[in-house]
């Protein structure tokens, strides 16, 4: 395993591994990358396939086909094996993941952790000698971590596993540790390592949560009750239609709630009803006792996408936390300022070429400007360091605001959530 | 990247042989440039409406009309104009501003153009892409080149579903709920949402490239497949039944 913070070029290395930049991402690159002792800087990246099979941290860029069972298929096809061939391996690989159900399935209508496991799906079948994993256990929930773990332990290959962060799926898995630091890869003993990595990730750091002063002048509370949310998938009849029931939720201003549960349960259907973004089937979503309609609800819930480029487009920094407030009349500047600061931002940064932390950043300060009472942060940690994850929910909550934090990492639940909610069999519980 | 355009039913048109089905969509294309009367024109696109509807379902079937209804709606407002032969009916002083014949070539422009879009949705709501694929190197186009048509058609799709999530993210965006926006704001603010569709499919261009090579499109040697098409055991009968639809509608709409 090659622990590193974010930004330290983690997926940069992974792509140069596969030949991939700087043939489609441009830089400079000097040395040479030898696998099996034959040197890839004269190879293709197809001629690759049997050696090294790459798993992407964002698993929607590495999407070539239409469903599930052709994405599987693709690589196969090009390898020339033989259908019974392809079949055996299709089957297998679609089993071990648990996409039966979704074999006709398009990526747009699959979950980010439904996304990742056909890629390891697809890793599984190519059967490369090599497998390069890039945060492939972010996206997934508690059950398909493990499963990945056994097949790491069992598959007798060369695994190298990226990650920003140590999980405790990571103990007695990998036979060796390194850690990426200031640019180069470093060698520790196994009991200096972990402290390291924590002290770069800024984790030895006081959380910013603890002891935090809410300003909390006025109060508000959002209710969801007996919602009855349908979502079709319309590539699939075999997946059926999935329900979720949310019979009583509840958050507070200033409270901070979790939502844990397994891929694919209904999470994002549950946050975009909440926010306004899709209408449910039956019950009502009330903001302090009155029924809201989604458009009512789009202004007082903020909803931070897991991906924060879908929610920043403009040139500069300053242009973009202005953006919302064009429509006030008045000069906002020195509250843009301020916010600037506060989020550590740079108020002339261009944000296509800033790091994935301040994109996020970015994200938040937008929301924290138009001050909504209550905020969904959608997997907010999968990209992040826990402090810089903390440093966020904290920016964002110093005015009183009431936070659903949805994450897979129970780690991370645990640090932050005073209340916990979940999902099993269609039904969003209280934990 | 892509985005499917299939959609899951069990509808006859699911069992119809996807080569027929290219055939017919290609004919029924061209069948709509036949000298037919304005009245059998809509009559046929009515019906292929209908079939589409009852295949597909209602959501899909109005899906289809929706994204295709501010292009109509331009042609529409603006075919008129362009034709000056023909009885006036709107005439200011001695400028005529509309005639009957540009009516009548706006209308069926419009219906060819719903008709169109109708029969290509079609295809590809009911055939799986793998199959179009395999349909289009049945008619000996090379590999790449069914590669590329069929990236073409889920890549639009792709922009689509793009626009709709920066769209949504905007909405979210909004400052007040009271604030009351004039058409010219609605319309300025499309540019920042186009240009985040924009800089995403922009950005989507080596990431595709980059996939596709890492799955082995590229390698020397011959390319085999997963799926095929022998489980459609009446492709004489589809095609034959293609062939004769396009006759049938033909005989009876054609201008007398």
């Keep these: 395993m090659l622990l590193a913070p974010f930004n330290q070029g983690k997926t940069t290395l992974a792509k140069i591994m596969c030949r991939v930049c700087p043939k489609y991402f441009p830089g400079e690159m000097?040395?040479?990358?030898?696998?099996?002792?034959?040197?890839?800087?004269?190879?293709?990246?197809?001629?690759?396939?049997s050696v090294c099979t790459y798993v992407s941290q964002n698993p929607q860029e590495l999407f070539v086909a239409n469903s599930v069972e052709e994405e599987i298929a693709f690589p196969l096809e090009s390898m020339g094996l033989s259908r019974e061939e392809m079949h055996r391996r299709v089957q297998e690989a679609l089993r071990t993941w648990g996409l039966e159900a979704l074999k006709t399935s398009s990526a747009q209508e699959l979950s980010g952790g439904e996304r990742k496991r056909v890629l390891l799906a697809v890793m599984q079948a190519i059967d490369a000698r090599f497998w390069l994993l890039d945060e492939a256990f972010d996206d997934l929930d508690e059950h398909w971590r493990l499963i990945l773990k056994q097949l790491i332990k069992e598959t007798g290959k060369t695994v190298l596993v990226f990650a920003s962060r140590y999980l405790s799926t990571f103990d007695d898995l990998f036979d060796r540790m390194l850690l990426l630091e200031d640019k180069q890869v470093k060698s520790y003993e196994p009991e200096a390592l972990l402290p390291r990595f924590a002290v770069l990730c800024k984790d030895t750091l006081p959380n910013p949560l603890q002891a935090q002063v809410l300003d909390l002048h006025h109060t508000h509370r959002v209710t969801a009750d007996r919602l009855r949310i349908e979502r079709r998938r319309v590539s699939t009849l075999s997946a059926g239609t999935f329900h979720l029931n949310v019979d009583d939720f509840s958050l507070q201003s200033g409270q901070l709630v979790t939502l844990v549960a397994p891929n694919g349960s209904g999470k994002s259907s549950f946050s975009r009803c909440l926010c306004g973004l899709d209408d449910s089937l039956e019950g009502k979503i009330s903001f302090d006792g009155r029924p809201q309609d989604s458009k009512e609800l789009s202004k007082k819930i903020g909803y931070l996408f897991q991906n924060p480029d879908l929610q920043i487009f403009l040139p500069t920094v300053a242009d973009e936390l202005a953006w919302s407030m064009r429509h006030l009349g008045r000069s906002r500047q020195g509250e843009i300022a301020?916010?600037?600061?506060?989020?550590?931002?740079?108020?002339?940064?261009?944000?296509?070429?800033?790091?994935?932390?301040?994109?996020?950043?970015?994200?938040?300060?937008?929301?924290?400007?138009?001050?909504?009472?209550?905020?969904?942060?959608?997997?907010?940690?999968?990209?992040?360091?826990?402090?810089?994850?903390?440093?966020?929910?904290?920016?964002?909550?110093?005015?009183?605001?009431?936070?659903?934090?949805?994450?897979?990492?129970?780690?991370?639940?645990?640090?932050?959530?005073?209340?916990?909610?979940?999902?099993?069999?269609?039904?969003?519980?209280?934990? | 990247?892509?985005?499917?355009?299939?959609?899951?039913?069990?509808?006859?048109?699911?069992?119809f042989d996807p080569r027929a089905k290219l055939l017919l969509m290609v004919l029924l294309c061209i069948w709509f440039f036949l000298p037919v009367t304005l009245l059998g024109l809509i009559l046929v696109v009515l019906l292929i409406i209908l079939v589409g509807t009852l295949n597909t379902g209602r959501k899909a079937s109005f899906k289809t009309f929706m994204s295709i209804l501010p292009m109509l709606c331009i042609m529409v407002l603006f075919t008129p104009f362009n034709v000056?032969?023909?009885?006036?009916?709107?005439?200011?002083?001695?400028?005529?501003?509309?005639?009957?014949?540009?009516?009548?070539?706006?209308?069926?422009?419009?219906?060819?153009?719903?008709?169109?879009?109708?029969?290509?949705?079609?295809?590809?709501?009911?055939?799986?892409?793998?199959?179009?694929?395999?349909?289009?190197?049945?008619?000996?186009?090379?590999?790449?080149?069914?590669?590329?048509?069929?990236?073409?058609?889920?890549?639009?799709?792709?922009?689509?579903?793009?626009?709709?999530?920066?769209?949504?993210?905007?909405?979210?965006?909004?400052?007040?709920?009271?604030?009351?926006?004039?058409?010219?704001?609605?319309?300025?603010?499309?540019?920042?949402?186009?240009?985040?569709?924009?800089v995403a499919a922009l950005r989507s261009i080596p990431n595709l490239a980059m996939s596709l090579e890492l799955r082995g499109f590229g390698l020397e040697g011959k390319r085999t497949n997963y799926h095929t098409l022998s489980a459609y055991r009446h492709s004489f009968t589809h095609f034959f039944l293609s062939c004769m639809i396009i006759v049938v509608l033909y005989y009876i709409a054609r201008v007398r």
């Design chain 1, 30 to 49: 000097k040395g040479s990358v030898c696998f099996y002792e034959r040197d890839i800087s004269v190879l293709e990246p197809w001629q690759l396939i």
């Design chain 1, 338 to 431: 301020s916010c600037a600061k506060l989020f550590e931002l740079d108020l002339d940064d261009t944000p296509t070429t800033m790091s994935y932390p301040q994109r996020k950043a970015l994200q938040a300060a937008v929301y924290y400007l138009l001050d909504r009472p209550f905020y969904i942060l959608d997997e907010l940690d999968s990209a992040l360091t826990y402090h810089t994850a903390l440093s966020i929910i904290a920016r964002l909550r110093r005015n009183g605001a009431g936070i659903l934090l949805i994450t897979h990492d129970r780690q991370f639940a645990n640090k932050v959530g005073q209340q916990s909610y979940t999902i099993k069999e269609g039904r969003l519980l209280r934990v």
């Design chain 2, 1 to 15: 990247m892509t985005t499917n355009t299939f959609v899951a039913g069990s509808g006859w048109l699911y069992r």
């Design chain 2, 84 to 198: 000056r032969d023909g009885k006036a009916i709107l005439q200011v002083g001695s400028f005529v501003v509309i005639t009957e014949e540009g009516l009548l070539q706006a209308t069926r422009l419009a219906w060819r153009f719903i008709g169109i879009t109708y029969v290509c949705t079609l295809l590809f709501a009911t055939t799986v892409m793998n199959e179009v694929i395999l349909s289009l190197r049945w008619y000996r186009l090379p590999y790449k080149g069914a590669l590329v048509i069929t990236l073409a058609f889920t890549y639009i799709p792709f922009i689509a579903e793009s626009f709709s999530q920066i769209s949504d993210s905007h909405r979210l965006r909004e400052f007040d709920e009271k604030q009351r926006k004039k058409l010219f704001d609605r319309v300025k603010d499309l540019l920042p949402t186009l240009t985040s569709v924009l």
